[in-house]
């Protein structure tokens, strides 16, 4: 099956790509570095021109002046809008768990990731929509944690994370399925200084872990844990930290 990735150098799709090669697929990396830029559209209908799946994994981050909703619901449109001229017969929309809560959606990148998801539902393509935990990887993302020379200040999220490898793997299983949405995360919750914490150690690093105030409550109180709906996928955190040493 002819499968594109879109985002295919970043966390997630680097693993996707990994997956779909792995059981044959002829898989169509789409990113900038492959002269594809999916918020211009350059590149991009000659990209999909015979894929019969495409997968978004993109992460684009529009320039400081902009609008993060707008500028993520036209990133969306024009992917959809290639699709449906090249004839695509599914896309599969990686997106985040819990995105539909109020409480969530005052986090203005997750309130744009679910107008993404209408986007997707406006459109004529058969769509599915994976949503996923935040991810193992996030233990040092710069978005919740600052990297200083004697200490790491991470923001005191409560997570349930999980390893992105396990979400590469639904992302290929539904790719290759009809159309279905699905929710997943990690065994256990956890809160994001320990997570970093644990992994620092983990690499015998040992600068001192500090929790910082989230930018919002609900990031914090336990509304990003796994709903009643979510598939529950291992490795644990210490599991996933002691493979990473």
Known sequence: MKIAVIGATG????????????QGHDTVEVSRSKGVDVTTGKGLDE????VEVVIDASSPWPSEDADIGEFLAGVTRTILQAAESAGVKHIVYLSITNIDKPEVAKFDYYRAKAT???VLAQGTVPFSIVRSAQWMEFALNPAAVEERDDEIIASDWNIQPIAVEE????????????????????P??????????LLMTARGDNREVT???????????????????????????????????
Do not use: F, Y
């Open 11 to 22: 966390t997630a799709g680097r693993k996707v790509v990994e997956q779909l090669d792995a």
């Open 47 to 50: 990209a999909l021109a015979g």
């Open 116 to 118: 993404q998801e209408k």
């Open 167 to 186: 979400v590469a793997k639904v992302l290929a299983e539904v790719a290759t399925s009809t159309p279905t949405h699905r929710t997943v995360a990690g």
């Open 188 to 197: 256990e919750p956890i809160r994001l200084p320990e997570l970093t914490r």
């Open 211 to 245: 929790a910082s105030e989230p930018p919002l409550a609900s990031l914090g109180d336990g509304s990003l844990l796994a709903p009643a709906e979510a598939e529950l996928l291992g490795p644990s955190p210490q599991q996933w930290v002691e493979a990473q040493s």
